[in-house]
């Protein structure tokens, strides 16, 4: 958020805390009190709200690196990989790539 934004929250709450003030001095050291403490939070909320602001930017640079790393293994899998296992039965020496040719073989049956 900008310095100009800042400054109308904090002026907003200033005015906000203002309201119904009178002149008499306890009612105005009450109302600069209460002043001061809405400045306090508005403060702190805007530390909070940058400290997320900078988490979320962390997050989503390892969220493109994890994507890249998956496409990368998605690229390297995807093909020229025979004989390796994916499934049951594909890729072993009883799959049907791995006895082309042999007579006389048929597949195992599974139940």
Do not use: F, Y
């Amino acid at each position: 958020m900008s310095i100009v934004g800042r400054s109308g929250l904090i002026l907003a709450a200033v005015a906000l805390a203002c309201i119904g003030c009178s002149s008499t001095k306890s009612k105005l050291t009450n109302c600069r009190r209460d002043n001061e403490q809405l400045v306090a939070q508005v403060t702190e909320q805007q530390r909070v709200i940058d400290n997320l602001r900078v988490q979320n930017r962390a997050i989503a640079d390892r969220l493109a690196e994890s994507e890249k790393l998956l496409a990368l293994i998605h690229e390297q899998t995807s093909g020229g990989m025979a004989g390796v296992i994916t499934s049951p039965g594909v890729g072993s020496a009883n799959s049907p790539a791995a006895t082309a040719g042999v007579s006389g073989w048929k597949p195992t049956e599974t139940k």
